[in-house]
């Protein structure tokens, strides 16, 4: 199957490196966005996230021609669907998966679709979504046959596959790491994986589209226990006056022991929302899994009440209302991305509660409610300085040293 045009739909933190990257192999890349702004500005070579390499390749691929950026689709051999999986707003206590801006992309690109096209679902989603997307396909385009009807004589192939990229190294690992590709039929696997192969050197393993939904909500799970089992630690450890960096060193030593380090909480599109996406399906069964998020929810809580704790020992000294410096927004280093950051909600729930509360975060430029200082200014004014991310600007060796000296909370092992 040849794919001379691909469209990518939704220019976010995936979809935009990986039209860049599938447009540098000289392939004619359309990219989709209902943002004008998003659009206008890819348009220009410009990029509108923080993603080291990517605003290189942007630059040139668009200068040669091979990607431009529309606000609607436009007709092409391939199409690969990277938008938002949120939770619905009116079900948020239950974590239900919103797949609304699935179905507004499958029902956008249904108006273009032709005899042999590919559609490919990356967004993480839960088990069943690339079914339910095939089936919106086939309402809005009763003139052409589908998978779930026609299996290995479809007119389009469906398939899904999982983006399993890690922020601050998205442009390599999209060529480098092996792939897991979810065609609805053999026929559309081999479809989705000559499209991948185009642009990945890692491995592409087939297997069902039920199969490869699950397989990235259990990597992301997986993860989640592992950090919620290091969060835990730290508050025993808290109480136990154990410096809890130095006894999952120590515990790592172990041959069969990997345990990941414990934060502010976890945050993020993926780990903090996937294993979600299991226990909405299948509550009874995923108690572990729900646990995790409720200890990696209940870590940032706790950060919190530490904070406030030290803010009233701030003011018992001073008499004053006592100023407190959040050091990092973003949900991990060294990125400017916000999604579920649970240091963001510390800071946040901090202002919220009547807090004098200044922020340092080197990858934005500003936020609409809390101030942004530099680290030195941030530090000179702080009485309570609170380092809620590991970014590199922290870990400078000067810069450890006067925070450990000025008395500073580290959440993130930043001073460890």
């Known amino acids: 199957m040849e794919f001379n045009t691909i469209s990518v739909v939704g220019l976010g933190y995936i979809g935009l490196p990986t039209a860049a990257v599938i447009a540098s192999r000289r392939k004619r890349v359309i990219g989709v966005d209902v943002n004008q702004?998003?659009?206008?500005?890819?348009?220009?070579?410009?990029?509108?996230?923080?993603?080291?390499?990517?605003?290189?390749?942007?630059?040139?691929?668009?200068?040669?021609?091979?990607?431009?950026?529309?606000?609607?689709?436009?007709?092409?051999?391939?199409?690969?669907?990277?938008?938002?999986?949120?939770?619905?707003?009116?079900?948020?206590?239950?974590?239900?998966?919103?797949?609304?801006?699935?179905?507004?992309?499958?029902?956008?690109?249904?108006?273009?679709?032709?005899?042999?096209?590919?559609?490919?679902?990356?967004?993480?989603s839960p088990v069943g979504s690339t079914e339910q997307m095939a089936k919106w396909l086939a309402e809005a385009r009763p003139?052409?046959?589908?998978?779930?009807?026609?299996?290995?004589?479809?007119?389009?192939?469906?398939?899904?596959?999982?983006?399993?990229?890690?922020?601050?190294?998205?442009?390599?690992?999209?060529?480098?790491?092996?792939?897991?590709?979810?065609?609805?039929?053999?026929?559309?696997?081999?479809?989705?994986?000559?499209?991948?192969?185009?642009?990945?050197?890692?491995?592409?393993?087939?297997?069902?589209?039920?199969?490869?939904?699950?397989?990235?909500?259990?990597?992301n799970s997986f993860r989640d226990v592992n950090i919620a089992f290091a969060n835990e630690l730290s508050l025993i450890c808290d109480k136990e006056g154990i410096n809890v960096w130095d006894l999952i060193q120590l515990a790592n030593h172990h041959p069969r022991v990997n345990i990941l380090q414990p934060g502010t909480g976890v945050g993020g599109h993926c780990i903090a929302v996937d294993p979600w996406f299991i226990v909405a399906r299948d509550a009874a069964n995923a108690r572990m899994i729900r646990t995790a998020r409720e200890v990696n929810n209940h870590k940032t809580e706790w950060v919190i009440e530490k904070i406030k704790l030290a803010a009233a020992d701030a003011n018992a000294r001073t008499g004053l209302k006592p100023k407190i410096a959040c050091l990092g927004l973003a949900f991990k280093p060294d990125i400017d991305d916000l999604r579920e950051s649970p240091a963001l909600?510390?800071?946040?729930?901090?202002?919220?509660?009547?807090?004098?509360?200044?922020?340092?975060?080197?990858?934005?430029?500003?936020?609409?409610?809390?101030?942004?200082?530099?680290?030195?200014?941030?530090?000179?004014?702080?009485?309570?300085?609170a380092v809620l991310v590991k970014h590199r600007e922290f870990m400078q060796p000067d810069v450890r040293s006067n925070l450990s000296d000025l008395g500073a909370i580290d959440f993130c092992g930043a001073l460890a």
Request: charged share 25%; net charge negative; proline share 6%.
């Open 345 to 385: 909600e510390v800071a946040e729930a901090l202002l919220v509660q009547g807090y004098d509360v200044v922020a340092v975060e080197p990858n934005i430029d500003d936020h609409a409610s809390l101030p942004l200082l530099s680290l030195k200014a941030a530090t000179k004014e702080a009485d309570v300085i």
């Open 143 to 219: 003139d052409l046959t589908f998978p779930q009807t026609h299996g290995e004589d479809s007119d389009v192939r469906i398939a899904h596959c999982p983006e399993r990229v890690l922020p601050g190294h998205v442009i390599r690992e999209l060529v480098e790491n092996d792939r897991v590709i979810g065609g609805m039929t053999p026929k559309c696997s081999a479809a989705a994986t000559a499209l991948y192969k185009t642009f990945v050197e890692g491995e592409c393993i087939t297997a069902t589209a039920r199969t490869a939904e699950m397989a990235k909500l259990t990597e």
């Open 37 to 124: 702004h998003t659009v206008d500005t890819i348009n220009r070579g410009d990029i509108h996230i923080v993603e080291p390499e990517l605003d290189i390749v942007v630059q040139s691929v668009v200068t040669q021609g091979y990607l431009s950026a529309a606000t609607s689709p436009k007709p092409a051999d391939a199409f690969l669907i990277a938008v938002p999986t949120p939770f619905k707003a009116e079900s948020d206590d239950d974590h239900v998966p919103d797949l609304a801006y699935i179905e507004q992309a499958s029902k956008a690109i249904a108006k273009v679709l032709d005899l042999g096209n590919l559609v490919i679902l990356e967004s993480t």
